[in-house]
């Protein structure tokens, strides 16, 4: 059962152009959503993150959309480079254990000059 | 800046062996964490341990083992290897105070077992 689905599961951009991202979840006790970057060869990084009671979460060129009705987020990367290109990881920690993450099977973007 | 740091990098064993993979972090973290990333990319997790308590996932096998020494180390040992063991070994930590979410990973450990 995977309780964190992403979608699409490649991405393909021009430069400039804006990334969107999509996350849902199945656990209604989900309630902090962290993403993460992922270069190959490197652990993840923290990218950006929300928390339930937001409906919208904004660092510089990353937006993070939450709708918790449908247990839905998306991540947007607006003005795209080519030093985006990785693989993103929508996670999510709920109240059952603490500090454990459960994460999708990423989305991986590439971004083309 | 990495703050997780994992050694090997890789490593390459047979069948049946044993391994064991090192990490410590620098960042005063209280968790610690183990996670299996596997060829497709999926991160699962497989252990948690805060010195006070150790968490593992029901779904590891036995001859997996996390070994601390204090806070900032948390090793991982595979007492007999299996094929289906190949794959990156990333350790992570995570900052009081936050429930565990914001974790830091380490660079990853890649094992192939022939």
């Known amino acids: 059962q995977q309780q964190v689905r992403q979608s699409p599961q490649s991405l393909t951009v021009w430069e400039g152009e804006t990334a969107i991202l999509n996350c849902s979840y199945e656990?209604?006790?989900?309630?902090?959503f962290p993403w993460y970057q992922q270069f190959p060869g490197e652990g993840p990084a923290l990218l950006i993150s929300?928390?339930?009671?937001?409906d919208k979460k904004e660092d510089g060129r990353f937006t993070i959309f939450f709708n918790k009705r449908e247990k839905k987020l998306s991540l947007h990367i607006t003005d795209s480079q080519p030093g985006d290109s990785a693989t993103y990881f929508c996670?999510?920690?709920?109240?059952?254990?603490?500090?454990?993450?459960?994460f999708g099977r990423g989305t991986r973007l590439q971004v083309y000059a | 800046e990495t703050a997780v740091f994992q050694t090997p990098n890789y490593h390459v064993t047979q069948v049946g062996n044993e391994v064991s993979f090192n990490c410590k972090q620098t960042?005063?973290?209280?968790?610690m964490y183990w996670y299996k990333q596997d060829s497709k990319k999926l991160l699962k997790i497989m252990f948690s341990y805060n010195n006070k308590q150790l968490i593992v996932n029901e779904t590891v096998p036995r001859r997996f083992s996390p070994q601390s020494s204090d806070k900032a180390h948390l090793n991982l040992r595979i007492k007999s290897v299996e094929p289906e063991d190949s794959a990156v070994y990333l350790c992570a930590s995570s900052y009081p105070g936050t429930g565990g979410s914001e974790q830091y990973f380490g660079p990853g450990t890649r094992l192939t077992v022939l």
């Open positions: 960042l005063g973290h209280d968790t």
């Open positions: 656990d209604s006790t989900f309630n902090y």
């Open positions: 929300i928390r339930s009671v937001s």
């Open positions: 996670a999510a920690r709920g109240t059952q254990v603490v500090g454990q993450l459960t």
